[in-house]
Nanobody, 125 residues
Framework: QVQLVESGGGLVQAGGSLRLSCAASGRTFSSYVMGWFRQAPGKEREFVGGIGASGRGKYYADSVKGRFTISRDNAKNTVYLQMNSMKAEDTAVYYC??????????????????WGPGTQVTVSS
């Protein structure tokens, strides 16, 4: 059973930084792509970005490109989301996610199927 647990959320001032972590278990972590999504109150869930199984390929939504960085440590079964130059509009619950298939594409949000419980990120302006 795949389990994902996010951590690192909290309150940060606009312009500040925060790093989220997502610990995965239940299967061979290094064989699967990983992604981050977020959902703000009253809005649809947004695909923030994804990373390939080896960590070489990465995709970012335009809204976070140049400010957020996704990385992974396959030895620790953990994926990270480094968030810099944060804005009030980054306020949301952030979710870690991964597909069921090893052949899923990291830049295709429809392929993500397993989800963590989420962690709240609040950016004060």
């Amino acid at each position: 059973q795949v389990q994902l647990v996010e951590s690192g959320g909290g309150l940060v001032q606009a312009g500040g930084s925060l790093r989220l972590s997502c610990a995965a278990s239940g299967r061979t972590f290094s064989s699967y792509v990983m992604g981050w999504f977020r959902q703000a109150p009253g809005k649809e869930r947004e695909f923030v970005g994804g990373i390939g199984a080896s960590g070489r390929g990465k995709y970012y939504a335009d809204s976070v490109k140049g400010r957020f960085t996704i990385s992974r440590d396959n030895a620790k079964n953990t994926v990270y989301l480094q968030m810099n130059s944060m804005k009030a509009e980054d306020t949301a619950v952030y979710y870690c996610s991964t597909p069921a298939s090893q052949y899923a594409l990291f830049y295709r949000p429809s392929e993500y199927q397993y989800w963590g419980p989420g962690t709240q990120v609040t950016v004060s302006s």
